[in-house]
């Protein structure tokens, strides 16, 4: 039997996503939010390729190409901001950068 | 390939649920290299060979390297742990995991309500990916590459050193 539930996939995919969501909301240091953030963006990936091998599809894997190309992109910048932020305040702490009054 | 796919999945819940865990940012990086592998694993197994092949290269192999560089850079000593470890208490914890345990339920919920789909690994080959990447989605790849290229200008834009500004006569640091 060479088949997987689809389910169990998509399953999967919200996990990881979920797990993101609570790295997000937890934790206070940028780069883990940052780090939490790839999480997501990857569990996002497996949702699409998971639907796209369901239907035997290739738009699947092209959304995940793109969303890695947005990744690659998403994680330049925010690390140069980290580095800024990281010069300016001596600190890696997100609360620290509050002067928006956020 | 049923088993397969569950051993990779359970590697992947536990080292994603170490990433978030971990004080040291370094042992963070190692656990979610462990996590993309198995997620691109999985990939495998679901018959996305190429997307596979690409994560370990793109995800685990670049971005995994420009974040280990930067933690290289901000040179984090141990006070940083002691301060993660501040940071990271229970109360902190229980809202969001709660809440986000409700969600994750919902979605097991809803998932298990529709009828079972199976996926069949018979897979997707590159050659028809490329083709769709080129023909359907060549407005996509465009953008794609303006992202790239705005993305490569921020970092070089943001990551510079700021030079003190002294004014001629003013020898006092400009705001």
């Known amino acids: ?102 | 390939m049923a088993i397969v796919f569950y051993i990779a999945a359970i590697v992947a819940v536990i080292s994603t649920v170490m990433v978030i865990t971990r004080l040291n940012a370094v042992h963070a990086l190692l656990y979610m290299v462990v996590s993309l592998l198995s997620v691109a694993v999985i990939f495998f197994i679901l018959g996305a060979a190429f997307v596979a092949a690409l994560e370990v290269i793109v995800y685990a192999g670049a971005i995994m390297v420009l974040f280990v560089f930067v933690v290289m850079m901000l040179n984090l000593g141990p006070a940083s742990a002691e301060a993660e470890s501040r940071w990271l208490s229970a109360s902190g914890w229980i809202g969001p995991g709660i809440l986000s345990a409700v969600l994750i339920v919902e979605l097991v919920y809803i998932l298990f309500t529709n009828a079972r789909q199976d996926i069949t690994a018979q897979g997707v080959d590159p050659r028809q990916v490329g083709i769709a990447l080129y023909g359907p989605y060549i407005l996509g790849v465009e953008l794609a590459a303006m992202l790239l290229m705005a993305g490569i200008v921020g970092a070089y834009h943001l990551g510079r050193y700021r030079n003190v500004m002294l004014h001629r006569y003013l020898h006092k640091e400009l705001p």
């Open chain 1, 1 to 102: 039997m060479n088949t997987v539930p689809m389910e169990s996939g998509l399953i999967l995919a919200g996990i990881l996503f979920i797990l993101g969501f609570i790295g997000v909301l937890v934790r206070r240091n940028m780069v883990f939010i940052l780090l939490s953030l790839e999480v997501m963006l990857n569990a996002s990936g497996l949702a699409f390729i998971a639907a796209g091998s369901r239907w035997v599809q290739p738009d699947g894997q092209v959304m995940f190409i793109f969303i890695l190309a947005m990744a690659a992109a998403e994680v330049s910048v925010g690390l140069a901001l980290i580095l800024q932020i990281f010069r300016d305040f001596k600190t890696l702490d997100a609360d620290a950068a509050d002067n928006m009054r956020g």
